[in-house]
């Protein structure tokens, strides 16, 4: 049952969802036209200066964007303790749409958020430990505030607690327990979820390995806008992981993933190499595999090396061989490290 997935969605309404979410302890607004808003705000109601700042960020109500005023609003309604605005603060500043992102400014608003158990601040602090934005990475401190935003059905956390045990982040890896998480998230419709659950079954880590099911999740994860699911299916179909080896198919879902992701670029450009399931083009092949050792793909940097080796559609040129071989050695790809030492032995 085979569903070649046409162009992704790319998720470019993420960042209005994550607002969404900051505003959403005000299920029912008190105002819902700018000039009723503005009068009730002007009387320092703070439920008003926070709906007024969605508005004027998100553009809604039939509002025009306004990052200034929508910073001015909620910056009023953080001062007398609002803890939506101090999320959506945070959240501004964090992403960076219409105000210049800060995290040193977000992660202020969203401590004082999450210390009055604001789920979506608690979440975010949880981020910024795990990626080491304006503070020092902490594996501990970020799942401390995932399992506590999680606690108030939080979603998102939960693909990060996933993520946490799947690397034995300041944990002690756990494939079971990322598994649970990860299938928690994708049952809430998290797209990284479902990729991940998809990349369990295809590797087997924790469950049994089955590519049918592994299968089944990418696409899910890749209409979603996961460009990684794309990748993964067309390796999948290149080599016939579960499914008839198909090349045609496999560039197919490669070309998808390339227009954001280096590693399709790289399979794409091994395709041409091998002239499977296309004609064969060193010229070709150099273009893609160019594209992505330009990204650090330590494999793209190798087969660059072996061409420049070789001459194969290039001038061949030991020296830029040896620069790209270099490259790819540095991340300890095996087969550079032979042929580097093959030439100099030579």
């Not at 085979?2 to 008190?30: D, E, G, N, Q």
């Not at 039939?62 to 200034?68: A, D, E, K, L, T």
């Not at 609003?73 to 303790?81: D, I, P, R, T, V």
């Not at 045609?248 to 790289?266: D, G, N």
């Amino acid at each position: 049952m085979f569903k070649l997935i046409s162009k992704p969605r790319i998720l470019i309404f993420i960042f209005t969802l994550m607002l969404s979410f900051a505003f959403s302890a005000f299920a029912r607004p008190v105002c819902s036209s700018e000039s009723s808003c503005l009068k009730l705000a002007a009387d320092n109601n703070t439920a008003a200066q926070v709906q007024l700042g969605k508005m004027y960020y998100l553009g809604t109500n039939g509002v025009s964007i306004n990052g200034q005023q929508a910073e001015f609003w909620l910056k009023k309604a953080a001062k007398k303790g609002n803890v939506t605005a101090n999320a959506a603060l945070g959240a501004i500043y964090y992403y960076g749409r219409e105000t210049p992102k800060n995290y040193e400014k977000a992660f202020k608003h969203f401590s004082i958020a999450a210390k009055k158990g604001n789920p979506y601040a608690e979440y975010h602090l949880g981020k910024m430990y795990y990626y080491g934005r304006y503070v020092k990475t902490d594996d501990v401190k970020a799942k401390q505030w995932f399992d506590k935003a999680v606690a108030k059905g939080n979603k998102q956390s939960l693909f990060y607690l996933g993520k946490i045990y799947y690397g034995g982040f300041g944990v002690p890896e756990d494939y079971n327990k990322a598994y649970s998480y990860f299938s928690r998230a994708a049952a809430k419709d998290i797209p990284l979820g479902k990729y991940y659950v998809g990349v369990m079954y295809y590797t087997g880590r924790g469950i049994p390995k089955d590519y049918t099911k592994a299968k089944s999740w990418f696409i899910k994860a890749g209409n979603d806008g996961v460009i990684k699911a794309n990748n993964k299916l067309g390796i999948m179909y290149q080599y016939g992981y579960g499914v008839e080896k198909n090349y045609e198919k496999a560039m197919q879902y490669y070309l998808i993933a390339a227009k954001q992701y280096a590693y399709a670029k790289t399979n794409i450009g091994i395709l041409y190499y091998r002239g499977h399931g296309v004609k064969q083009s060193y010229q070709t092949a150099h273009k893609w595999l160019l594209e992505a050792a330009n990204k650090d793909r330590a494999i793209a940097q190798y087969y660059l090396g072996v061409m420049y080796y070789k001459g194969e559609g290039v001038d061949k040129n030991i020296g830029t061989a040896k620069m790209w071989l270099q490259k790819a050695a540095k991340q300890k790809n095996k087969k550079a490290i032979k042929l580097l030492e093959k030439i100099n032995a030579e």
